[in-house]
C-alpha cells in the first residue's frame, strides 16, 4: 500500500541532472513515498524557483530535495523562501568535479541551513529525506528501520 500522506519535493537545475538524481526517486519508490520532480533553475527560471519555494508546503510537500551543479543556488534560493527542510545534493560536474557544487550548496549563510550530502549522491539524500518524514509518519519510520536491518544482514 503506497503511503499518501508524506510528499517530497525533487528539483533540479536541469535534465541533464536527472541521471545524478534518479536514486532519489528509486530509494522514494521503494519506500512508497509520494514524490514530485521540477525542472527549476535558480539562474535561469528565478521566478519559477521562487514560486515553487512559496508553495511547496501548501501543495503537500514535506521536505524538498535539490539538485544542481556549478555555482549551485537552487538549495540555498529554495531554503530561504521555504520553512521547510531542504536537501543539497551537489552534482559532478566536468570543471571541477562538484566540488565547486558542494561549496556552493554547504556554505549558506547563518539562518537559511541546507543539509548537504555527498557529490552525485541522491540516494542518500532520499534516505535523510525519509528519515526525517520518518519522525512524523510512523510507516515511514518502519521502512527505514527495515531498510537498515536489511542492508546489516547483507554485508
Partial sequence: M???EPKVGIVMDSDSDLSAMQGAGKIFQEFLID???KIISAHR???????????????????IIAGAG???????????ITPLPVIGIPIKTSTLNGVDS????????SGVPVTT???????????????ILGIKY????????EYKRKMTKER
Wanted: zero cysteines; charged letters at 25%; a positive charge.
Fill in 45 to 63: 527560471t528565478p521566478d519559477k524557483a521562487f514560486k515553487y519555494a512559496k508553495k511547496a508546503e501548501k501543495n503537500g510537500v514535506d521536505v
Fill in 138 to 145: 510512523p510507516d515511514v519510520r518502519k521502512k527505514i528501520v
Fill in 35 to 37: 514524490y514530485e520532480i
Fill in 102 to 109: 558542494l561549496l556552493s550548496i554547504v556554505q549558506m549563510p
Fill in 117 to 131: 550530502v555527498a557529490i552525485n549522491n541522491a540516494k542518500n539524500g532520499a534516505i535523510l529525506a525519509a528519515e
Fill in 2 to 4: 503506497k503511503i499518501k
Fill in 70 to 80: 556549478g555555482a549551485a543556488h537552487l538549495a540555498g534560493v529554495i531554503a530561504a
